[in-house]
């Protein structure tokens, strides 16, 4: 069992570097699949135009697609754990629109949330009302007799309270910053830079290790609280420092790139049906179901209208609905 | 020597304190303890008290044991799971909850003989959520039996199990608790179960101690009358067990708000 599951991670490693090549090579000057690899392995070897396309254009936002998509299906398929819910994301629970929030008041006032650089201050406005947000669903779900689409329906008033707060934001806001905001409510790869990629891999690659420290407690938590706690776990504590990561996770590329909805929903998912949920599976599966889906979706992004990308926000709302509603609907009758 | 004694125990259930003033005499390694009670006389909560989940008064004393209180392993009641786990996981984890990250082949052994000895090695690679109730409680306990337990506290263990499996299942808890020297308190609402397999028996009834010692010494009909509210006879069978032997019940049960 144990080997099939590690040929099925293999082969979710290899359909990401398969798309991430295909991303590389789309876009306004078409490139072979092997001049791509080619301007990867020797970049010397290739013409100056290619070299500066794949290196300096493309690399960032397509490496962005991997980073952001493996760091929101993480902090999706942890929410799940957590809050034993199948619908939980932090796109549908309003993690990611209060974060939206948190650095639109930055980016149309320069509010800051803590005294901090300026350059810090959208992932850090943003990393604070995420994890107020995540807080508040933390102890509403604590509360006797709520169900998991009760919380659903919180974040569904907590996704409109958001929206409603960026609407009065956009209203007051010069229109220059109302077309920034704008823009990156739709969420958006093209802004990413080496140095945006950077931290948020940083962020990543931060929070993971702590993931695998607790992944057999966490993979202990689906046995229910009870089982756990008999097992020596610390449920409330485990819950706690699991939402902290997550908002980080959900934090980060939404500040960079905007909202990008659904995959921290899909990712887990696919990766949930192909090795269960043994977190030691479960994790790498999750993170690279994400990666996955949202390099593929920005290769669809360039090709829907040749000439144009997509805002990459809507290419995932648009896969990720359907996907929602059949998990609202088949929820009664079958397990998860 | 494992040990394990009572000191006048209580627990709080939020703020509410739902057992007060246990006491009991120790219980040493190679005993199977039962512990019995009408529903709701707070045996869970006994044992989620025991096991240092709940808080409350009074000293749980423990002595003798290797490894501290990881090894004491409560078995909570059966819990329905949509965890897309198997059998075979489910029982790995709850053996790495307190050692290394790494899986070993001692593990994987383990976890192997676990379920060999509890006859459910067919379904080892079976999903949780597709269980029945009895195979669910045999994973459960498995589970259990996997953390290498020096104290076992089990909660209704056989509740969901046919006749055979429960004697499969007590006999096998009960030899182990010889070979390997345990300690294992088991609530049980089987008292022919329990004359048959306990050594001794702690009773429970309303949040407190009806009396605690050997099994032929407490279990007695006047006990049953005064806790169950059954009238029953105590008699010797043919083997020469102790068989309880139910004539009749009155109405309201002792301590019970119902009219």
């Known amino acids: ?336 | 020597m494992v040990t394990l004694r009572l000191e006048d125990v209580g627990a709080y259930h939020g703020r509410r304190l739902a057992l007060s003033g246990i006491s009991t005499p120790a219980f040493t390694d190679g005993d199977v303890v039962a512990v019995i009670g009408p529903n709701a006389a707070g045996k869970s909560t006994l044992f989620k008290r025991m096991a240092g989940l709940l808080g409350g008064p009074g000293d749980v004393v423990v002595t003798g044991t290797r490894r501290g209180a990881s090894g004491i392993c409560y078995m909570p009641q059966d819990s329905a799971t949509s965890a897309a786990l198997s059998v075979y996981e489910s029982v790995l984890l709850a053996r790495k909850q307190n050692a290394s990250w790494i899986v070993q082949d001692a593990d994987l052994a383990a976890v192997d003989e676990v379920l060999g000895s509890l006859g459910i090695a067919d379904i080892a690679f079976r999903s949780l959520g597709e269980l029945s109730g009895g195979q669910r409680q045999l994973a459960s306990l498995a589970q259990t039996l996997a953390r290498d337990p020096e104290i076992l506290l089990m909660d209704e263990p056989t509740s969901a199990l046919d006749l055979h499996r429960q004697m499969q299942v007590l006999t096998l808890v009960r030899d182990l608790v010889r070979q390997r020297r345990l300690l294992a308190f088991i609530a049980l609402h089987d008292l022919n179960q329990v004359l048959r397999f306990a050594d001794k028996v702690l009773v429970l009834s309303g949040g407190t101690s009806r009396g605690s010692g050997s099994c032929k010494d407490v279990i007695t009909v006047d006990l049953l009358r005064e806790v169950y509210n059954i009238d029953a006879r105590i008699e010797r069978c043919s083997q020469g067990n102790g068989q309880v032997i139910i004539d009749g019940y009155r109405t309201p049960l002792p301590g019970s708000t119902e009219p």
């Open chain 1, 1 to 336: 069992m144990a080997r099939r599951k590690r040929l099925l991670l293999a082969l979710l490693a290899f359909a990401l570097l398969c798309s991430l090549l295909l991303d590389l090579a789309l876009g306004s000057v078409r490139l072979g699949p092997w001049e791509v690899v080619q301007a990867l392995l020797t970049p010397d070897s290739v013409p100056p135009q290619a070299h500066v396309v794949v290196w300096d254009i493309r690399l960032p936002v397509a490496l962005m697609a991997v980073v952001v998509g493996a760091a929101l299906s993480l902090a999706g398929a942890q929410m799940q754990t957590i809050l034993n819910n199948p619908l939980a994301s932090p796109f549908t629970l309003g993690i990611s629109a209060a974060a939206s929030f948190g650095a639109a008041l930055g980016l149309a006032f320069g509010l800051r949330l803590l005294p901090v650089a300026a350059e810090y201050m959208l992932p850090l406005n943003a990393f604070l009302m995420a994890m107020l947000t995540a807080l508040i669903i933390h102890a509403l779900s604590l509360k006797r007799g709520v169900t998991a689409e009760t919380i659903v329906l919180l974040g569904i008033a907590l996704v409109f309270t958001f929206n409603a707060l960026l609407a009065l934001v956009q209203y007051f806001a010069t229109e220059q910053a109302v077309a920034a905001v704008v823009f990156w409510t739709m969420g958006s790869l093209t802004k990413a830079t080496w140095g945006k990629l950077g931290i948020t891999t940083a962020v990543l690659a931060a929070t993971l290790p702590l993931f695998l420290r607790r992944s057999w407690a966490l993979t202990a938590l689906r046995l229910g609280d009870d089982k756990a706690a008999s097992f020596g776990v610390d449920v409330r504590r485990l819950r706690l420092h699991t939402l902290v990561l997550v908002s980080l996770l959900a934090a980060f590329p939404v500040a960079f790139v905007g909202t990008i909805g659904f995959i921290g929903l899909v990712g887990p998912h696919i990766a949930r049906m192909l090795v269960g949920e043994d977190q030691r599976f479960f994790l790498p599966a999750s993170m690279l179901a994400g990666a996955v889906i949202l390099s593929l979706s920005s290769v669809v992004s360039k090709i829907l209208i040749p000439g144009t990308i997509f805002p990459i926000g809507v290419v995932t709302s648009l896969i990720g609905i359907p996907f929602f509603i059949s998990l609202i609907l088949g929820s009664r009758r079958r397990s998860w």
